[in-house]
C-alpha cells in the first residue's frame, strides 16, 4: 500500500534535484527524524551506523514510516576505506554527519573514547569524502560549543569555549573543518549549532529512547509521567532566573530535521564553512517544562529540588534571526506539540 510519505516523496523527486545523502549516525535520534524529512523532501537517503547507541529496530520503523526501505551500511565511521567504498557506491552528494557519542557526563569519564569516536571519526569521513570528491557536509555540532553565556540570546558570533571534552570534541571539529574549508574552497560545510532537540515524530514511531536512566530533562520527564521512574530531580531554583531553575531553548525534532533539509539547500549556493543556530529563539525553565508535560499527558509528575548538576549554566536560548535569514527556514512547532509528540512516543515505547 502507498502511503503519505512515499506519495510526497515521489511528487518531490520529480519536481526537485534529488540527491543522494549519507547520514552518518542515521539510525539515531535526529539522524531518523532528518531522514524523514529527507525523503519526504525527494532525496535518497543512506544511512551509516554502528549502532553504538541505536538499534535496527529504529529503522524498521522509519522504513514503515516512508513506506519504503532504506539502504542502510553497519560500520563505524572510522573505517575510512568502508565510507570511502560507500560514498562512491552509492553515489553520495552531500553527507549529513551525525555519528558521535553525546554523553557530556560520560565524556568527563571517558575522554579519550570522546576523542576518538568524535574527532577521529570527523577526520576520517573527511578522508573518505576528499577520496571519493564528495565535499558537501552538514555537521551536528552543539550548543554547547557557547559555554556558559556571555550574552542572551546567543549569535553565532558569540565566543565559544568547551567545559567538558564533550564540547571540546565538538570546539576541536568546528576548527578542522574551519582549517579545511580554509585549504580548499571547493568544500561547502554547515556547522548546525543545535539547542535543545526534543520531542518525536507524529507517527509515535521514533523518537528519543535512551538507554538506562536518561540524562536529558525531557525523556526523564517522559519516564516518570509514564510511570516508569518514580520522580524527577530539578537540578537547582535558586538561578538568576524567573523561577530559579535552568531555561534551555528547547526545539522540536522535526523542526530541527527541517534545518538540516535548509542547510542542505543552502549549500547547492554557497560554498565555504557556514554556522547556524538551530533553536527557537526562546527559553522555558525547568518548571515550565514540567507544567506543560503534565497537560500534554494527563499525567502528574513528581519531583523534588536537588542541588545544582555540576557544569550547569542558568540559561541558554538561541538568536535565530541568522538561520531566518540565510537559511529561510525557522522552527514552527510549538511546546504543547513537543510534549504531546514526546508522550505519544513514550507511550508506544512503553509497549515495544
Ligand atoms: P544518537 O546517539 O541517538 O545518534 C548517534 C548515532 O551515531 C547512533 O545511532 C550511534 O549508533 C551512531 N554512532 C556513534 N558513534 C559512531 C561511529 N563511530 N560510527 C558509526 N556510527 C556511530 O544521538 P543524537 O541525539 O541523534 O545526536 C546526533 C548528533 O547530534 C550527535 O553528534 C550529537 O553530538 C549531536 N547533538 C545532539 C544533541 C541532543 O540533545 N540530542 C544536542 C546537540 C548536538
Ligand atoms: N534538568 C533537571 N533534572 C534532570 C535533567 C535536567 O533539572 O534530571 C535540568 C538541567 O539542570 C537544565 C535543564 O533541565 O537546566 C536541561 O537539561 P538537559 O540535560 O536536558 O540539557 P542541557 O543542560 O544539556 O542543555
Request: with cysteine; proline share 5%; net charge neutral.
Amino acid at each position: 500500500m502507498l502511503n503519505q510519505s512515499f506519495l510526497k516523496q515521489a511528487f518531490h523527486a520529480l519536481s526537485q534535484h534529488k540527491m543522494n545523502v549519507l547520514l552518518t549516525g542515521g539510525a539515531g535520534y535526529i539522524g531518523n527524524h532528518t531522514a524523514v524529512a529527507l525523503f519526504e523532501a525527494g532525496h535518497r537517503v543512506v544511512v551509516y551506523d554502528n549502532f553504538s547507541n541505536s538499534d535496527r529496530g529504529a529503522l524498521k520503523r522509519l522504513e514503515q514510516i516512508l513506506g519504503a526501505p532504506v539502504t542502510t551500511i553497519e560500520g563505524d565511521v572510522r573505517d575510512t576505506a568502508l565510507l570511502q567504498r560507500t560514498l562512491t557506491e552509492q553515489q553520495i552528494n552531500a553527507v549529513i554527519h551525525f555519528a558521535g557519542l553525546k554523553a557530556v557526563g560520560e565524556s568527563v569519564s571517558k575522554p579519550v573514547d570522546y576523542y576518538a569516536n568524535n574527532v577521529q571519526g570527523a577526520i576520517s569521513l573527511l578522508q573518505a569524502m576528499q577520496a571519493a570528491q564528495c565535499k558537501t557536509l552538514v555537521f551536528s555540532s552543539s550548543a554547547t560549543v557557547y559555554g556558559d553565556p556571555k550574552y542572551l540570546p546567543i549569535d553565532e558570533a558569540h565566543p565559544t569555549s568547551a567545559t567538558n571534552p564533550y564540547g571540546r570534541s565538538k570546539l576541536h571539529i568546528e576548527e578542522i573543518l574551519s582549517d579545511l574549508s580554509a585549504s580548499d574552497p571547493s568544500w561547502h560545510i554547515a556547522a548546525l549549532r543545535y539547542f535543545n532537540p526534543v520531542g518525536a515524530h507524529a507517527s509515535a514511531l521514533i523518537g528519543e529512547n535512551p538507554n538506562g536512566i536518561p540524562n536529558n530533562l525531557m525523556p526523564f520527564i517522559a519516564q516518570v509521567a509514564v510511570g516508569k521512574l518514580p520522580q524527577l530531580k530539578v537540578f537547582g531554583n535558586d538561578y538568576d532566573t524567573p523561577d530559579g531553575t535552568g531555561v534551555r531553548d528547547y526545539i522540536h525534532v522535526m523542526d530541527l530535521a527541517e534545518g538540516h533539509l535548509a542547510a542542505l539547500k543552502f549549500l547547492t549556493q554557497q560554498g565555504g564553512l557556514h554556522t547556524f543556530n538551530l533553536g527557537t529563539g526562546r527559553g522555558y525553565s525547568v518548571l515550565e517544562m514540567i507544567k506543560a508535560f503534565e497537560a500534554a499527558s494527563g499525567k502528574p509528575v513528581p519531583f523534588s529540588v536537588a542541588p545544582r548538576r555540576a557544569g550547569d549554566i542558568a540559561s541558554c536560548y538561541a538568536s535565530v534571526d541568522f538561520s531566518a535569514k540565510q537559511l529561510n527556514w525557522r522552527a514552527t512547532r510549538d511546546l504543547k506539540d513537543m510534549c504531546e509528540s514526546g508522550w505519544r512516543f513514550q507511550q508506544q515505547a512503553q509497549q515495544v
